[in-house]
C-alpha cells in the first residue's frame, strides 16, 4: 500500500498547480503539471512492472 500512498501524494502534490493552470492560466502552473503527470506516468510504470514481476514469481 506504500505506493499507493505514493501515486496519491503526488496526485494531491498537483491540485494547486492544476488550478493555477486551468483557473487562473498560470503557465508556469502548466509547466509543473505536465513535469508532475511526466512524474507519475514513470511511477505507474514501476508499480505496474512489480506487479507482473510479483505475478509471474507466484505463479
Known amino acids: 500500500?506504500?505506493?499507493f500512498d505514493e501515486v496519491k501524494n503526488?496526485?494531491?502534490?498537483?491540485?494547486?498547480?492544476?488550478e493555477k493552470f486551468y483557473e487562473k492560466n498560470n503557465q508556469a502552473a502548466g509547466t509543473r503539471v505536465r513535469k508532475g503527470m511526466?512524474?507519475?506516468k514513470t511511477l505507474a510504470q514501476e508499480i505496474r512492472s512489480e506487479v507482473q514481476?510479483?505475478?509471474n514469481g507466484a505463479e
Do not use: H, I, T, Y
Not at 503526488?10 to 492544476?18: A, I, R, W
Open 53 to 55: 514481476n510479483a505475478k
Open 10 to 18: 503526488l496526485v494531491l502534490s498537483l491540485e494547486g498547480d492544476f
Open 38 to 40: 511526466q512524474d507519475l
Open 1 to 3: 500500500m506504500a505506493r
